[in-house]
């Protein structure tokens, strides 16, 4: 049995793949031609419930292909849909097995769909084969319902289709119903998919798909490469996938093509120090061909191509040619790179160095360095990603636009203009399982509504928004549907500042005093409660000092911080700190989204020490994202806090240091 190969393209040399054995060639894949550098453009019209309207060209490329098993896995782009610019939002794969086709969006593991041979995953089943009449598939839970309609598919028609494409006979018109809309494909043996339409019944939600060109290019007896997903490097935050099969180039992190002498792509990083520029990230001796700003994620980068040289010195001979792209992250400069001896090499490297930059994108925290400040006239402001550009559309109604010359590329969007009519229950009423999260910024309260949009209101879409109470208005901040999925939207409203002037007034307990320990027992002396101390702290962190303060309302505090002295407390250590107050507040749900001064995103109720409590994240910049744990005992109410160094929470894993918190909190006793 002959082992799949790897390529890049057909000017890059062939390995195999480590451990892999090739899978029988799916059937459907005679009339689907799924194959490398197959590409569908498509004329796409979009009419959607945030009425806007847009009609542009949609390139799908296949760029990549494994085997798995009995499986064929393809992984799809889509390029120059207003929506899908961010990498998991435009990737996708289609899972070949046997008769049928699966296709994957980019959040989810192809894997997942591999391992189960497709069972329980009917209704991600677009296409089997043959085709008939009246055939159906989908989930067997759907398929056994006596209407025999919502959430499978049907062939209801065997008839030409003409596109600008041209005319397509003896294609299958396959329709897909959910309750408040259905979805109408046209399927073509030996093209595939001709035409889409999407209806919405009750709101404008409209897309028509029609096929304009179609290259089929590549072989589907050649899939193209296999990955090494998520793989960290070294001591840094950087995550991103790797070409699987590759050599290591020592101890560098760079990873050379077998048989391709010269072509390699790799990874260096430098501190961004004051006065540091990303040209100092190049090689040496090297001219520049092209620099151009570049968009990854939601941050902005640098992309160089360079001529590299064997000295400076005149006559020099070239011995490569590179690609660099500079991410910049909060303290790091990351330079993603590829490198070949000749231009023809380079391009053939070009698909593989965008994907590692694509999945670099998907995993790196939120860096705000580079962002922008949006200061209203009514008085307020908040940071967003420099990327986007804020836009007027109206008076008291701002836009901010991913593309300037696309006046439909709307990521977020921010409504000063009134109170809106609707309450806080017949806003959650459209959505499915919403999650609410309460909170204080500058004195103003508010909420944020996450989740899938219901029936009559543009089902299935996910959406965010806002809802801020600013004086005698309400402040309203949504993102649109699909850049939902990755816009860092929590962080950009912690960043929002009211002026006081504006903003509701809120009490709180006003501190009367405060000491300072250095011993323990010196701080339990000066409490008037005894206190508990956790006898597993993670790092073996020494204890560092105490607090005691009094505060107006007759409550007091204690304050343990774990930490490794150091002239300044800052991200770039690991903090635990323990506070205890003997108060007659309760723990709730409404208390933990209440407290001053601190965002408490994603809560979530856990049982810790027989008590009902609530863990938390709260974004920053200079000091990094916190976890935090909160829950009341007896008279005291408890809050383990891990700051600074730690795994970084946020909205990708809000909840990845809670363990680690409940571990604390178990093993408080008293001294």
Aim: proline share 7%.
């Amino acid at each position: 049995m002959v082992e799949p190969e790897l390529m890049a393209t057909a000017t890059v040399a062939c390995i195999p793949l480590a451990g892999a054995t090739s899978a029988a060639r799916p059937a459907i894949l005679d009339v689907f031609p799924l194959s490398v550098g197959a590409t569908w453009i498509y004329s796409v019209t979009l009419d959607d419930v945030v009425e806007f309207h847009w009609t542009g060209l949609v390139t799908e490329t296949i760029t990549a292909g494994k085997t798995q098993g009995a499986a064929w896995i393809f992984q799809s782009d889509l390029q120059g849909h207003p929506f899908r610019s961010q990498p998991m939002d435009r990737l996708q794969s289609y899972v070949a097995l046997d008769h049928r086709v699966y296709k994957v969006p980019g959040d989810r593991d192809p894997m997942e769909f591999v391992a189960t041979e497709g069972q329980s995953f009917g209704v991600s089943q677009i296409l089997t084969w043959p085709l008939g009449v009246g055939q159906k598939w989908g989930p067997a839970e759907f398929l056994a319902r006596d209407d025999g309609r919502y959430y499978i598919w049907r062939v209801e028609a065997k008839e030409s289709m003409l596109t600008p494409n041209g005319k397509f006979d003896d294609c299958y018109r396959l329709a897909f119903d959910w309750t408040d809309s259905r979805q109408l494909a046209w399927f073509c043996p030996g093209t595939g998919f001709v035409r889409w339409e999407t209806h919405h019944r009750g709101s404008r939600h409209d897309e028509v798909w029609e096929l304009n060109e179609f290259h089929k290019q590549g072989s589907t007896s050649a899939p193209v490469i296999n990955w090494q997903p998520r793989i960290r490097i070294a001591d840094t935050e950087l995550v991103l996938d790797l070409p699987a099969g590759w050599a290591r180039q020592g101890t560098d992190w760079a990873w050379a093509l077998l048989d391709a002498p010269g072509q390699l792509v790799g990874v260096n990083w430098n501190e961004r120090e004051p006065g540091w520029e990303p040209t100092a990230t190049l090689p040496n001796h090297a001219v520049m061909l092209d620099a151009r700003p570049v968009q990854v994620g939601w941050s902005k980068a640098m992309s160089y191509t360079v001529q590299v040289f064997d000295s400076a010195a005149q006559g020099g001979q070239p011995i490569a040619v590179e690609t660099h792209i500079i991410i910049l992250a909060e303290k790091r400069a990351y330079d993603i790179y590829a490198s070949a001896r000749t231009a023809d090499g380079l391009a053939a490297l070009t698909p593989i160095l965008k994907h590692m930059v694509d999945s670099a994108a998907a995993y790196l925290p939120v860096s705000m360095s580079d962002w922008e400040t949006f200061v209203s006239p009514k008085g307020y402001s908040l940071k967003y990603p420099a990327v986007l550009e804020p836009q007027k559309r109206q008076e008291g109604l701002y836009v901010f636009l991913q593309d300037t010359q696309n006046p439909q590329s709307v990521v977020f969007s921010i409504d000063e203009r009134g109170t809106p009519t609707k309450t806080r229950d017949e806003i959650k009423a459209g959505f499915v399982h919403p999650t609410v999260t309460d909170f204080i910024i500058s004195g103003s309260e508010g909420f944020m509504i996450e989740g899938t949009l219901g029936p009559g209101y543009g089902e299935g879409l996910f959406v965010r928004s806002a809802y801020i109470a600013v004086k005698d208005y309400k402040l309203v901040i949504s993102c649109s549907p699909v850049p939902c999925l990755t816009l860092p939207f929590g962080t950009i409203i912690s960043t929002l500042t009211v002026q006081p002037a504006l903003s509701k007034p809120a009490t709180y307990p006003r501190p009367l005093r405060s000491f300072e320990f250095a011993k323990l027992s010196d701080a339990q002396n000066a409490a008037t409660f005894p206190f508990l101390t956790p006898t597993f702290v993670p790092g073996h962190l020494p204890f560092y000092k105490a607090w005691v303060s009094d505060y107006d309302d007759g409550s007091q505090s204690i304050r343990i911080l774990y930490t490794v002295p150091s002239d300044k407390l800052d991200a770039n250590q690991k903090m635990v700190d323990v506070q205890l107050t003997k108060t007659d507040a309760s723990v709730t749900l409404d208390f933990v989204t209440h407290q001053f001064k601190v965002i408490a995103l994603d809560v979530r109720d856990v049982r810790v020490r027989g008590q009902t409590g609530y863990t938390y994240w709260s974004p920053a910049v200079a000091a990094g994202n916190s976890a935090a744990l909160m829950w009341r005992e007896g008279q005291l109410n408890i809050k383990v806090t891990l700051l600074g160094a730690w795994p970084q929470p946020d909205e990708s894993n809000p909840h990845r240091l809670d363990d680690l918190l409940l571990e604390i909190a178990e093993s408080l006793r008293a001294p």
